[in-house]
């Protein structure tokens, strides 16, 4: 079975500066592979997808990601932060596009300091 | 974007009783719908496969007479806590699925139940 390690629990950030989440997967094959942003109470978000092709992938607000086989790693990326990122942060690989066999992370809680 | 709208947002019930959680896709048509479970500091952990017409998919060790799931629209799926103990209490999560060739997951916001 697949499964997916964030091994940072919480990171602090200062606001302005470049920001990198890290997530490693295991699985036989190639996965699918998501970030998604949680903001308290409320559901998950988007912020992009890995299928295929190019490995860097741009998402939304600024963010991008790089999957690396042979790290068989997944690590997010903002280049300047902003006060309003600040949520946590979930890394999930799924076996299909379909959604079907997602297997979340733990979660990252991103604090941004002034 | 597409929303997924769910209900209630936080619930307190007492124990014994039973407590339902809607998942509604406000703009789009949902043939599957999951539904997820997040403990504290933890992950979420998927509970169940809804499917529009069809009897739910329960993940191994999820109760299926204790977290009923009802799917009988393209865009509402339920799913009820009945007999509700303490430690039921969690924040649970719905995700539909856009249909199409490529399938998109969008997620409701949470319901936040306590059981007393």
């Known amino acids: 079975a697949q499964s997916v390690t964030q091994p940072d629990i919480h990171i602090t950030v200062s606001e302005g500066a470049s920001l990198e989440l890290r997530c490693n997967y295991s699985y036989g094959a190639t996965p699918y592979l998501f970030w998604y942003v949680q903001s308290p109470g409320q559901g998950l978000q988007l912020l992009l997808k890995?299928?295929?092709?190019?490995?860097l992938v741009q998402g939304i607000k600024g963010f991008e990601a790089e999957f690396k086989r042979s790290q068989s790693s997944f690590n997010l990326r903002k280049p300047s932060v902003h006060w309003s990122d600040a949520a946590e942060y979930f890394c999930?690989?799924?076996?299909?596009?379909?959604?079907?066999?997602?297997?979340f992370g733990k979660g990252t809680m991103l604090l941004v300091s002034p | 974007g597409a929303v997924v709208s769910q209900h209630p947002s936080r619930v307190i019930c007492k124990s014994g009783t039973s407590v339902k959680i809607e998942c509604r896709s406000l703009?789009?048509?949902?043939?599957?719908m999951f539904w997820y479970r997040q403990f504290p500091k933890q992950s979420l952990m998927l509970m169940a496969t809804s499917n529009e017409g069809s009897k739910a998919t329960y993940e191994q060790g999820v109760e299926k007479d204790k977290f009923l799931i009802n799917h009988a629209s393209l865009t509402l799926s339920t799913l009820t806590v009945t007999s509700a103990h303490p430690e039921d209490s969690s924040f649970y999560i719905c995700?539909?699925?856009?249909?199409?060739?490529?399938?998109?997951?969008?997620f409701g916001q949470g319901t936040r139940l306590t059981v007393v």
């Open positions: 890995y299928f295929s092709g190019d490995t």
């Open positions: 995700s539909a699925i856009s249909r199409g060739p490529k399938p998109e997951a969008f």
């Open positions: 703009d789009f048509q949902a043939t599957t």
């Open positions: 999930a690989v799924g076996l299909n596009s379909g959604y079907s066999t997602l297997t």
